[in-house]
């Protein structure tokens, strides 16, 4: 008899088992449902998908390489390690492939302004990029600490034609900016939509992320089985929202032979408390939108993330990940900072890329952990973004902290 299929798909209400949902104001709840039903019609709408195929081609570049790491594949002496290539999308990570699709979508709904939020900035930039391809009217909220941080992706967004708009509530950061977008999204919804940038938030989001997203996987699979014939041992990516690694994942869940690990952030090691690592230290609970994994302390207060890659530095995890987990079908584990930054050097100086600080955390993880696979198998990385955006942040951490130097 034939195993039963991996069954993520949520319900009507956004549940992934016990988890997802629509956990917002009775003002929200007609807006996201409007939303998830122009999602399913336009996912159903040969012209729609057309148009997503059209511009992931031609504007972001894809399909993106499968790249054998055959330096890397030598040094680790293990398994034939693949880099798939997403820090060659125009903007340099895989983000835009959900703002392509979101903003078409807000195209085909009749909305001229698009908003969004962002931590590090990568989303935004995103986001204005597209808005202005689409000529559409983009204002992007960002908590004010952030903004400081991240000058030079605050000039970018500005120079796309983007509004950036300092969040000054709480702790100045990405949940006070999402929380600002929200209000921003009920107050006017008849023009715009709230492009949120990872598989995460309030039913259709997750879905949504995760179907703009899967051309990650369809294209690898697809690549896989070209160059070497047969399918991965294994996938490898980083999780901060969860988007890059469902992408990935999500086209070969039927594939039971294939594993998947996702990698979260562990910052300065889980006992220090200082880390972004849900699955390891967190708890069930809710937090914009969804019910999920989240770091949070015995009273329900949401805890203080950190790590060196700001794109991983969030207290919760999608929901999909989280059902994933309890079935079994992925893994999830954490390298610290030091072990990410010591990855970005040597996949610099192995393969002559520069990775995205959030992207070596899946890298560090393997370099780590190669030696449980043969030299038969196969394992795909998702390299998710470059490394160009973090150089200044590698080298004022080096310098603190010491290790390989640039
Ligand atoms: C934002 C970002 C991430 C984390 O977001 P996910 O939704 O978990 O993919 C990972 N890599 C890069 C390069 C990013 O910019």
Redesign the pocket.
């Known amino acids: 008899m034939p195993r039963k299929r991996i069954d993520t798909e949520p319900d009507a209400h956004g549940h992934f088992g016990p988890y997802g949902g629509m956990f917002v104001p009775e003002t929200l709840m007609a807006p996201l449902q409007d939303l998830e039903r122009e999602f399913r019609a336009a996912r159903r709408d040969p012209s729609f998908r057309r148009d997503v195929e059209y511009y992931l081609r031609e504007y972001v570049g894809r399909p993106t390489p499968l790249y054998f790491a055959e330096r890397m594949t030598r040094e680790l002496g293990g398994p034939r390690i693949y880099l798939k290539r997403e820090d060659l999308c125009h903007t340099g ?3 835009i492939n959900n703002c392509i699709g979101q903003c078409l979508l807000a195209r085909r709904m009749g909305k001229k302004r698009v908003i969004a939020e962002t931590g ?1 900035g ?2 935004g930039v995103a986001t204005a990029t597209c808005a202005a391809l689409f000529g559409m009217q983009c204002v992007v909220y960002m908590g004010k600490v952030d903004m400081e941080r991240q000058a030079l992706n605050v000039f970018r967004m500005r120079s796309l034609g983007a509004e950036v708009v300092p969040v000054t509530a709480g702790q100045q950061t990405l949940k006070e900016a999402i929380s600002e977008a929200m209000r921003d999204w009920v107050t006017n919804v008849r023009t715009t939509h709230y492009v949120l ?3 995460y938030g309030a039913h259709p989001y997750p879905v949504m992320v995760r179907t703009f997203q899967s051309v990650i996987g369809r294209e690898a699979r697809r690549q896989i089985l070209k160059q070497e014939g047969r399918l991965p041992s294994a996938l490898v990516a ?8 469902i992408g990935l994942f999500y086209p070969f869940l039927q594939d039971r032979g294939v594993e998947m690990i996702g990698v979260e952030a562990g910052g300065l090691g889980i006992r220090s408390g200082k880390h972004a690592a849900r699955f390891a230290d967190g708890r069930v609970g809710v937090l914009q939108g969804t019910r999920t994994w989240v770091l949070q302390d015995s009273e329900g207060q949401i805890r203080l993330t950190h790590s060196v890659s700001a ?2 530095d969030y207290a919760a995890v ?1 929901p999909e990940h989280a059902l994933l987990r309890d079935l079994k079908r992925a893994d999830y584990s954490h390298v610290t900072d030091r072990e990410a930054v010591d990855a970005f050097y040597t996949l610099a100086r192995w393969e002559g890329i520069l990775g ?1 600080l ?2 070596v955390h899946a890298v560090a993880w393997l370099m780590k952990n190669a030696r449980r696979w043969g030299k038969k198998d196969l394992i795909l990385v998702n390299l ?2 470059r490394g160009d955006k973090d150089v200044q942040q590698v080298s004022a951490w080096s310098a603190k902290h010491g290790g390989p130097k640039a």
């Not at 980083?238 to 690694?245: D, F, L, P, R």
Request: proline share 0%; net charge neutral; aromatic share 0%.
């Open positions: 990570a895989h983000k590090a990568q989303h940038g990872t598989a980083c999780v901060g929202g969860g988007s890059n690694a794109g991983l999608g995205a959030e992207s998710s973004g």
